[in-house]
Nanobody, 126 residues
């Protein structure tokens, strides 16, 4: 069983920055591909970014590429999402997710992830 806990959300003005964190339990975090998803009110959950177990590869949705950076610290069992140049359309609940299949490549579909955090809210004002 893997538990994921997000933090770092909040209210920020357009153009500002936030850094989300996702703390994971368990001793096998370093073998999981990890992802960030978001869900705005009235919309479906969408892929934001993902990273392989070794951080050797990352992948971003076009809407955030160049503004967001996903990273991980396997020694701390923590996943990060640095969000810069935030826009009002980035407003959503942000979720981290773990693919518990060991050493899997990146997937962008939500059904490819086994474990989810409870989410952290990000609000970007114009």
């Amino acid at each position: 069983q893997v538990q994921l806990v997000e933090s770092g959300g909040g209210l920020v003005q357009a153009g500002g920055s936030l850094r989300l964190s996702c703390a994971a339990s368990g001793r096998t975090f370093s073998t999981y591909a990890m992802g960030w998803f978001r869900q705005a009110p009235g919309k479906e959950r969408e892929f934001v970014a993902a990273i392989t177990w070794s951080a050797g590869s990352t992948y971003y949705a076009l809407s955030v590429k160049g503004r967001f950076t996903i990273s991980r610290d396997n020694a701390k069992n923590t996943l990060y999402l640095q969000m810069n140049s935030l826009k009002p359309e980035d407003t959503a609940d942000y979720y981290c997710a773990a693919d518990s299949g060991r050493y899997h490549p990146i997937v962008t579909m939500a059904r490819g992830y086994d474990y989810w955090g409870q989410g952290t809210q990000v609000t970007v004002s114009s």
